[in-house]
């Protein structure tokens, strides 16, 4: 299965520039680091917001999971990276009831 709405998923600037890509993030430091190093930086964001939407498209639905938030969707394969080297990543949309487009959650590096 794919992500519902794939091709209209949203991916918000502050998930990339405050969260995934920011070294002084309590909870994205480790994060920032790996995808820093992969060539991805805060001034071009939209980078890699293309690329986790791409990712998003190009794989299938590994898992799903429904709360009173949404139903989320958890998607692992290869992210393409400004550096050529694309990594496994694992990343992780929501769809809410009251927004039927997917939104970018998370993601972080696949061992």
Do not use: C
Request: aromatic letters at 10%.
């Amino acid at each position: 299965m794919k992500l519902p709405n794939a091709d209209q998923a949203i991916v918000q600037e502050p998930k990339i520039t405050r969260y995934l890509l920011d070294l002084t993030s309590p909870k994205g430091k480790s994060k920032a680091v790996f995808f820093r190093a992969f060539g991805f930086t805060i001034e071009q964001w939209q980078v890699m917001a293309d690329a986790l939407k791409q990712h998003a498209t190009a794989h299938e639905v590994t898992s799903t999971e429904a709360d009173e938030h949404g139903t989320r969707y958890v998607i692992e394969g290869v992210l393409h990276t400004p550096d050529g080297r694309n990594p496994q990543v694992r990343a992780v949309w929501i769809s809410r009831e009251d927004e039927p487009n997917p939104s970018f959650v998370s993601a972080y590096p696949l061992k």
